[in-house]
C-alpha cells in the first residue's frame, strides 16, 4: 500500500501570527520546531511537513501549490492577491484596517486623486477600487503613521485599534471598515489530502479554547431545572449515585458563561461543582 504524500503546511515564521499559530498547532497533536532557526520540521507520525515562511510569503507559496496549506493573515491573503483559498478561521491575530486622514479628508470619495499610503496595496486599491474612487497608492513596508506629517501620502491605510497612534500624528479615522481580518487556514486550489483531517484537529483547539466541562452533584428530582441551567451540546451526561435520591451530572458549558452557571446551579441545590479544562474536543 503506498504511504500518501505528506500534507505540507506553512507556518509564519516571526510577527505577531506565530506564536499564536505554533501553539495551537502543538494543542492539535503536531510536532513544533526546537530549533528555531530551522526552516522546516517533518512530523511523520502524523504525515506532515511544516515550513516556517515569512507571513506575508505563505499565500503565495500555498496559492502557487508548491504547498497544501498554511495559516496566515486574511490581509495578507487579500493583499498576496494569491488564488489561495481560506478554509477556517482561526479566532486570533484580530485587526481592522481603516483610513485616516488630516482635517480635510474625511469622506471616502476625498481620496480621489490623492496619495494612500499603506503597508497593503493591493488590499486597499481593490477596496477603493469597488467604490468607484481612484487613488495613488504610496507603498510602505513600515509603519505608516508618519507619512502625511512627512508629505509622503495625504492619507494612510493602516490597522487600527484605538486610534492614539494615528491622532499622534494629527489623523483621525474616516470612511467604512476597509477590513476584518484574523488568522486564517488556507489551502490551494483543487482537492487536498490531508486537510480534513488538520481543519478538524484545529477546529477541536477552537472547541477546546471556548467551552469547559463542569461536574456537579444534584438531587434527582432537580434533573430538569439544572438541564436548563446547563443543556449542553445535547443533553447532560446524567450518571447514578450510591445514594439513590442524588445523581451526577456531565456537561460542556462556554467557559464565559462557566461561573454564572455555577452560582445557578449552587441555588438550585447542586453540590461538589467542578469546573475542567478541555484539551482537545470533537462535536
Known amino acids: 500500500m503506498n504511504t500518501p504524500q505528506p500534507l505540507k503546511v506553512a507556518v509564519p515564521n516571526k510577527g505577531t501570527l506565530?506564536?499564536?499559530?505554533?501553539?495551537?498547532?502543538?494543542?492539535?497533536?503536531y510536532a513544533g520546531r526546537r530549533d528555531p532557526?530551522?526552516?522546516?520540521?517533518?512530523?511523520?507520525?502524523?504525515?506532515?511537513?511544516?515550513?516556517?515562511?515569512?507571513?506575508?510569503?505563505i499565500a503565495t507559496y500555498v496559492g502557487s501549490g508548491a504547498l497544501d496549506?498554511?495559516?496566515?493573515?486574511?490581509?495578507?491573503?487579500?493583499?498576496?492577491?494569491?488564488?489561495?483559498?481560506?478554509?477556517?478561521?482561526l479566532d486570533f491575530g484580530h485587526s481592522t484596517f481603516r483610513f485616516a486622514g488630516p482635517g480635510d479628508i474625511t469622506e471616502l470619495e476625498h481620496l480621489a486623486g490623492r496619495r494612500v499610503a499603506t503597508s497593503y496595496?493591493?488590499?486597499?486599491?481593490?477596496?477603493?477600487?469597488?467604490?468607484g474612487?481612484?487613488?495613488?497608492?504610496?507603498?510602505?513596508?513600515?509603519?505608516?503613521?508618519?507619512?502625511?506629517?512627512?508629505?509622503?501620502?495625504?492619507?494612510?491605510?493602516?490597522?487600527?485599534?484605538?486610534?492614539?497612534?494615528?491622532a499622534a500624528q494629527g489623523l483621525s479615522v474616516f470612511g467604512p471598515v476597509i477590513l476584518e481580518s484574523e488568522a486564517v487556514l488556507i489551502?490551494?486550489?483543487?482537492?487536498?489530502?490531508?486537510?480534513?483531517?488538520?481543519?478538524a484537529r484545529l477546529q477541536g483547539v477552537l472547541v477546546a479554547r471556548q467551552f469547559v466541562l463542569i461536574d456537579y452533584d444534584l438531587p434527582h428530582h432537580l434533573i430538569e431545572q439544572a438541564s436548563a441551567i446547563t443543556p449542553?451540546?445535547?443533553?447532560?451526561?446524567?450518571?447514578?449515585?450510591?445514594?439513590?435520591?442524588?445523581?451526577?451530572?456531565?456537561v460542556m458549558v462556554k467557559r464565559d458563561e462557566a461561573h454564572r452557571a455555577m452560582d445557578d446551579l449552587y441555588r438550585l441545590g447542586a453540590r461538589a461543582i467542578l469546573v475542567s479544562s478541555i484539551h482537545a474536543a470533537r462535536i
Do not use: C
Open 18 to 29: 506565530s506564536e499564536a499559530s505554533v501553539t495551537m498547532l502543538t494543542e492539535a497533536g
Open 37 to 57: 532557526r530551522s526552516l522546516s520540521v517533518p512530523d511523520p507520525a502524523n504525515n506532515v511537513e511544516f515550513y516556517y515562511l515569512r507571513p506575508r510569503d
Open 69 to 89: 496549506v498554511g495559516i496566515t493573515g486574511r490581509d495578507l491573503l487579500v493583499d498576496s492577491a494569491s488564488p489561495a483559498i481560506e478554509t477556517k478561521t
Open 121 to 131: 496595496p493591493v488590499l486597499v486599491e481593490k477596496f477603493l477600487a469597488t467604490h
Open 133 to 166: 474612487v481612484t487613488a495613488q497608492i504610496v507603498r510602505l513596508d513600515g509603519a505608516v503613521e508618519s507619512a502625511v506629517r512627512l508629505g509622503v501620502a495625504d492619507a494612510v491605510a493602516d490597522v487600527v485599534s484605538t486610534g492614539q497612534t494615528l
Open 187 to 199: 489551502a490551494r486550489e483543487g482537492d487536498v489530502e490531508g486537510l480534513d483531517t488538520l481543519s
Open 232 to 250: 449542553g451540546l445535547e443533553s447532560p451526561t446524567v450518571s447514578p449515585l450510591r445514594d439513590p435520591e442524588w445523581v451526577a451530572v456531565r
